[in-house]
């Protein structure tokens, strides 16, 4: 079975901090894929990143940054120097190789004041 | 642009009176999918559509229903809502290409059920 963990179901910063979200996957298949996904109060879930399970390299992309790593399952998301406009809920999810379902994790409230 | 759209973005039915929600886009993707997400819940796969081949999840109510007329429209009915069917419903495209597999998600139509 496919299960995500996002243990943070609500996170408050001030403008400014950087904030790390956190996500926790488990999965018997050895190709897989991961996702964040933003969804401010609007309700469009956005697509932020898809990570391959052979490619552990981290990734930035201005703010944003990511960091995969297989020997503790966890796939965390970092915000540098967070904005109002960060305010969202965002949603870790993990996709096996053979399926085309998403499995979500519970997503994480994040609360951005200035 | 294209783009994953959702029409009505917000539709108010009584209980038990059939309603429709539709969904089209112009990314020509082979795979369209209907996700239902309650109030602060993660979104929940009902069924997705590969081409004209439906697949419908285990646990999905008998009162859903899709219809894919064509490669740009996807059509969920539900035939007799009651009120635990309140909720959002996200309408996801992908190619269905394996290796770069990522959902691209519309903008949700909010349901009430009175």
């Known amino acids: 079975a496919q299960k995500v963990t996002q243990a943070q179901t609500e996170i408050s910063v001030v403008e400014k901090e950087d904030v790390t979200l956190d996500c926790v996957y488990e999965?018997?298949?050895?190709?897989?894929?991961l996702f964040w996904y933003k969804q401010p109060p609007s309700g469009e879930l956005v697509f932020l990143i898809r990570?391959?399970?052979?490619?552990?390299q981290n990734e930035i992309s201005g703010r944003y940054s990511w960091n995969f790593q297989k020997s503790t399952s966890s796939f965390n998301f970092t915000i540098t120097a967070s904005q109002v406009v960060d305010s969202a809920v965002y949603f870790c999810?993990?996709?096996?190789?053979?399926?085309?379902?998403?499995?979500f994790g519970a997503g994480t409230i994040l609360r951005v004041k200035s | 642009d294209a783009m994953v759209i959702q029409n009505p973005r917000y539709q108010v039915t009584q209980f038990g009176k059939p309603v429709t929600l539709s969904c089209s886009q112009t990314?020509?993707?082979?795979?369209m999918y209907w996700y239902q997400q309650k109030s602060s819940q993660a979104p929940k796969l009902l069924f997705h559509?590969?081409?004209?081949?439906?697949?419908n999840e285990a646990d999905t109510p008998d009162n859903f229903q899709s219809r894919r007329p064509n490669t740009s429209f996807c059509f969920l009915d539900i035939r007799s809502p009651g009120l635990g069917d309140t909720a959002m419903y996200l309408c996801?495209?992908?190619?269905?290409?394996?290796?770069?597999?990522?959902?691209?998600f519309g903008p949700g139509t909010r349901l009430l059920v009175l």
């Open positions: 996801a495209t992908s190619t269905g290409g394996g290796a770069e597999e990522t959902q691209y």
């Open positions: 999965t018997r298949d050895t190709t897989y894929y």
């Open positions: 999810a993990l996709m096996g190789r053979y399926g085309n379902k998403l499995v």
């Open positions: 990570r391959n399970s052979f490619d552990e």
């Open positions: 559509y590969y081409d004209k081949d439906f697949n």
């Open positions: 990314l020509n993707h082979n795979v």
